[in-house]
């Protein structure tokens, strides 16, 4: 049967919505200086978005504007769109997630160049804004790579997961 709700004909209205917090996204980060890249991870950068998807957004500020970034994490949501609520950890976090009255929310992550690094999870990223080349050349070096588990890590993770 699947999931059911009341609200379908709203929800039918989330990927627009979704789509106008990335344009706005976009516009804003393209236009600052301080932002040397920025990425939309999760179901975004997999291209696998479903109709509830949130935004997964990283941005690579410039190492000496980084403090300035986390100390502001909470104001430049609100430039793209009407907040509701925000989950944040406080203010040494390096992320926050912000709710949207759109019934979108978009998780923000800052980081400083060198805290970028070939990953086995940068492999699925689309690549907004990359002064530099830096974000390609991540991403290149990030395709190369693979993980496979070992028997070991596997039967740790089934005992972790598995229900008794």
């Known amino acids: 049967m699947g999931f059911v709700t009341r609200h379908k004909e709203r929800d039918l209205e ?3 919505h979704r789509q106008d917090l990335m344009t706005a996204i976009e516009k804003d980060l393209f236009n600052d200086d301080d932002v040397l890249a920025a990425f939309y ?5 997999n291209e696998n ?3 509830y998807s949130d935004i997964d957004l990283r941005i ?21 769109g009407n907040v509701l609520y ?10 926050s997630i912000a709710h949207y009255d759109c019934f979108v ?5 800052y980081y400083k160049p ?4 070939p990953s086995v999870w940068l492999k699925n990223i689309k690549i907004i804004k990359d002064t530099d080349g830096m974000l390609a050349d991540i991403l290149d070096k990030s ?22």
């Not at 925000?86 to 992320?95: I, N």
């Not at 929310?105 to 992550?109: A, G, I, L, N, Q």
């Open 14 to 16: 989330i990927p627009k």
């Open 41 to 45: 991870g999760g179901s975004i950068g």
């Open 49 to 51: 978005m479903d109709l």
């Open 105 to 109: 929310k978009v998780d923000t992550f």
């Open 143 to 164: 395709m190369a790579l693979s993980y496979e588990p070992t028997i070991e890590e596997f039967e740790r993770y089934r005992q972790e997961f598995c229900v008794m």
């Open 114 to 117: 060198e805290d970028i690094q």
């Open 60 to 80: 690579v500020v410039l190492p000496e504007k980084f403090q300035e970034f986390i100390s502001n994490k909470k104001n430049r949501p609100k430039k793209w």
């Open 86 to 95: 925000f989950e944040d950890l406080g203010p040494f976090v390096t992320y």
